[in-house]
């Protein structure tokens, strides 16, 4: 059984053919958002989970650390536009086997990645390879540079919230956060706050409101 977890109606009905015709799975499942899949999820035994990760009730990334959890967890593709540095770190972090790029992969890309995960292999879509390969071999590459917690913080400042909002949002006081953004400043080489902000949005740091297998997660020095 797969379930396809995407927003809109058109593109989920295609994904959704593409899965009996092409890929010849005996069952699929849709969910428009995040509650629609839990409850899916709930009842169902799903075997591979199609999952976009702009939803109307929250981040993909949301149910994918829900379900990192779990002892027999469904295999997860992600399909999505997003394919920025940050968003492969998350793919990477919480384990998930596969990751189709919307812009530029079509039914063979995705049929590819479903026959792949269904060999116990894992897929990245070419872009995504070439990035993953980059990040490694850049010494100046910010997973190398900021630690989990800077990055938590630089999440927020990407979303152009003050000193006050973060230093509530995480319990510390506002001198703390200007002084990691002052240090993040530094390990970047960027001068002033609009650039760090830039920064944040050009890498997908600032896309994902607060990833949950970050603080607590032990960097795992895959970059």
């Known amino acids: 059984t797969i379930l ?4 809109f109606a058109i593109y989920r009905s295609v994904l959704r053919q593409v899965c009996l015709n092409s890929c010849g799975a005996s ?25 976009d990760l702009d939803l109307p009730d929250g981040s993909g990334f949301d149910l994918a650390a829900e379900l990192s959890g779990k002892p027999a967890r469904p295999k997860i593709i992600v ?3 997003h394919c920025e540095d940050f968003t492969l770190v998350r793919v990477e972090r919480l384990g998930l086997e596969g990751f189709v790029d919307k812009r530029s992969g079509g039914v063979a890309m995705l049929t590819e990645a479903i026959a792949a995960i269904r060999e116990g292999r894992r897929y990245l879509s070419p872009y995504l390879l ?6 490694r071999d850049d010494p100046a590459c910010f997973t190398k540079l900021l630690s989990d917690w800077e990055l938590e913080i630089l999440s927020m400042i990407g979303r152009s919230m003050n000193d006050d909002e973060i230093a ?3 319990g510390i006081s506002p001198a703390t956060v200007q002084m990691h953004r002052s240090r993040m400043m530094r390990k970047l080489n960027l001068s002033g706050t609009p650039k760090l902000i830039r920064f ?15 603080v607590a997660v032990v960097r795992s020095g895959a970059y």
């Open 130 to 135: 070439e990035r993953k390969q980059a990040m």
């Open 200 to 214: 944040a949005l050009e890498k997908g740091i600032a896309i994902w409101p607060r990833y949950p297998d970050s």
């Open 168 to 170: 509530g949002n995480l």
């Open 4 to 7: 396809v977890i995407e927003d």
């Open 79 to 81: 399909v999505s536009a």
């Open 27 to 51: 069952r699929v499942l849709e969910a428009e958002d995040l509650t629609t899949a839990r409850a899916h999820l709930a009842v169902e035994a799903v075997d591979l989970v199609l999952l």
